[in-house]
């Protein structure tokens, strides 16, 4: 006798510009009558599901993470206010640019207010087979899940800076976005001939060959422009010439121009990194993918471009900023060299590391045979990025 309903509505907000009026569109939609009836119906839970894929592209893994967690912040507040019950999941895929890295770390890094008690986010990609193929990994891995929870719920991880805009280091954080952000669309969307860079020295135009992905690499397959490529091919073409840019790009700028602007903020930076979850997890993260980039093995692949002029301008470009990156990076934790506080993974990396180079170098020389029209070379193609994408890991 009484209206019920057994299907939520989950709205997901993913590039940048959605992430900052999500607070705005979810106003608009609970003061619809009818959707307010039907989430009372639901019984007065409201889930919203926060993506990372479109916001790294749009504006580098810095911004991404600051606007992330800002709609998170706001978005919480929010719903308490109106006393509505929520749930905001993470949609995370196996890449650093769409969600990747340490479980663990990643939930500590949320804000206290953003898991109201509870823990959902979806997993996506390679990470499937990684995490969950057997009992022993997923249950490991549900573990960790748990006890990031439990350890969120009891206050160990609580917030050293205000939740809300007057902190010191939030507003640290708001600048290091602003110059982040600069930098990243001053590349993607100034550097003449990067796209055309992108497609030509990197394995993107075989993705559409493996038998892999729900969608087209592309949404207008014709064009060639940012908005064209999908997010997850955007960063696993970076991640196959192992540049790995979309993990990294921008934070080197923005270190750089903070620190050179007041010589007290190397000493904000480092505090930041001691003490608040959220800016280590993005340093480290940060570590992770530098780790697995390759100037050595990004420059053969760059000999594939057409305009081999441009490409050299493109790949000093590129260069510069991973080198300010490593420098930023080396000076915020104090460590002579990256993952020296993980010594696991750093032993890892360094054994696939030999093995990643080798299959990179083959595969440059498949790239260049299929570009000739070689066909008969693309399963061997189709091979290789398989194999570095298994070596890299997290790639897409």
Same mark, same amino acid.
């Given at each position: 006798?009484?209206?019920?309903?057994?299907?939520?509505? $989950?709205?997901?907000?993913?590039?940048?510009?959605? +992430?900052?009026?999500?607070?705005?569109?979810? =106003?608009?939609?609970?003061?619809?009558?009818?959707? $307010?009836?039907?989430?009372?119906?639901?019984?007065?839970?409201?889930?919203?599901?926060?993506?990372?894929?479109?916001?790294?592209?749009? !504006?580098?893994?810095?911004?991404? &993470?600051?606007?992330?967690?800002?709609?998170?912040?706001?978005?919480?507040?929010?719903?308490?206010?109106?006393?509505?019950?929520?749930?905001?999941?993470? !949609?995370?895929?196996?890449?650093?640019?769409?969600?990747?890295?340490?479980?663990?770390?990643?939930?500590?890094?949320?804000?206290? @207010? =953003?898991?109201?008690?509870? +823990?959902?986010?979806?997993?996506?990609?390679?990470? +499937?087979?990684?995490?969950?193929?057997?009992?022993?990994?997923?249950?490991?891995?549900?573990?960790?899940?748990?006890?990031?929870?439990?350890?969120?719920?009891?206050?160990?991880?609580?917030?050293?800076?205000?939740?809300?805009?007057?902190?010191?280091?939030?507003? #640290?954080?708001?600048? /290091?976005?602003?110059?982040?952000?600069?930098?990243?669309?001053?590349?993607?969307?100034?550097? &003449?001939?990067?796209?055309?860079?992108?497609?030509?020295? %990197?394995?993107?135009?075989?993705?559409?060959?493996?038998?892999?992905?729900?969608?087209?690499?592309?949404?207008?397959?014709? *064009?060639?422009?940012?908005?064209?490529?999908?997010?997850?091919?955007?960063?696993?073409?970076?991640?196959?010439?192992?540049? %790995?840019?979309?993990?990294?790009?921008?934070?080197?700028?923005?270190? #750089?121009?903070?620190?050179?602007?007041?010589?007290?903020?190397?000493? #904000?930076?480092? @505090?930041?990194?001691?003490?608040?979850?959220?800016?280590?997890?993005?340093?480290?993260?940060?570590?992770?993918?530098?780790?697995? @980039?390759?100037?050595?093995?990004?420059?053969?692949?760059?000999?594939?471009?057409?305009?081999? /002029?441009?490409?050299?301008?493109? #790949?000093?470009?590129?260069?510069?900023? +991973?080198? &300010?990156?490593?420098?930023?990076?080396?000076?915020?934790?104090?460590?002579?060299? /990256?993952?020296?506080?993980?010594?696991?993974?750093?032993?890892?990396?360094?054994?696939?590391?030999?093995?990643?180079?080798?299959?990179? %170098?083959?595969?440059?020389?498949?790239?260049?045979?299929? !570009?000739?029209?070689?066909?008969?070379?693309?399963?061997?193609?189709?091979?290789?990025?398989?194999?570095? @994408?298994?070596?890299? *890991?997290?790639?897409?």
């Amino acid at each position: 006798g009484e209206w019920r309903a057994a299907i939520r509505i $989950a709205p997901l907000f993913e590039a940048i510009a959605h +992430l900052e009026r999500a607070v705005p569109v979810m =106003a608009a939609l609970i003061d619809c009558p009818s959707y $307010a009836a039907a989430l009372a119906a639901s019984g007065n839970r409201q889930e919203v599901m926060l993506g990372y894929s479109d916001s790294c592209k749009d !504006g580098g893994i810095l911004s991404s &993470a600051w606007a992330l967690r800002q709609a998170e912040i706001r978005l919480a507040a929010f719903f308490k206010a109106r006393r509505i019950d929520y749930l905001l999941f993470h !949609g995370r895929g196996g890449s650093l640019a769409r969600g990747g890295g340490s479980t663990h770390d990643a939930i500590r890094a949320r804000p206290a @207010a =953003a898991m109201n008690g509870r +823990l959902k986010f979806t997993e996506q990609g390679e990470v +499937l087979s990684f995490k969950y193929a057997n009992r022993e990994t997923a249950s490991y891995e549900l573990t960790v899940g748990l006890a990031g929870l439990l350890e969120a719920e009891l206050g160990r991880t609580r917030e050293p800076v205000p939740a809300r805009d007057g902190g010191a280091w939030w507003r #640290t954080m708001e600048t /290091l976005a602003r110059h982040s952000d600069a930098a990243y669309r001053d590349l993607t969307e100034r550097e &003449a001939g990067l796209i055309d860079f992108f497609h030509e020295t %990197t394995p993107v135009e075989a993705l559409k060959h493996l038998n892999i992905g729900s969608r087209p690499s592309y949404r207008e397959a014709a *064009r060639r422009s940012l908005t064209s490529i999908r997010a997850i091919p955007w960063v696993f073409g970076w991640s196959q010439s192992r540049m %790995t840019l979309p993990g990294w790009y921008g934070i080197g700028a923005a270190a #750089t121009e903070f620190i050179a602007a007041d010589r007290r903020n190397l000493a #904000t930076l480092k @505090a930041m990194y001691r003490r608040w979850p959220f800016f280590r997890n993005l340093i480290d993260n940060a570590q992770m993918t530098l780790a697995k @980039a390759s100037i050595e093995v990004a420059r053969e692949y760059a000999k594939l471009a057409r305009d081999r /002029l441009q490409a050299r301008r493109i #790949t000093r470009r590129l260069e510069g900023e +991973l080198a &300010a990156t490593l420098l930023a990076i080396r000076r915020i934790t104090g460590q002579r060299e /990256l993952l020296a506080d993980d010594p696991m993974l750093s032993l890892s990396l360094s054994r696939r590391v030999p093995y990643l180079d080798a299959v990179n %170098t083959v595969q440059t020389r498949l790239l260049a045979r299929e !570009g000739e029209g070689e066909a008969r070379w693309r399963d061997c193609l189709l091979q290789s990025i398989n194999a570095v @994408a298994a070596g890299i *890991r997290n790639i897409g």
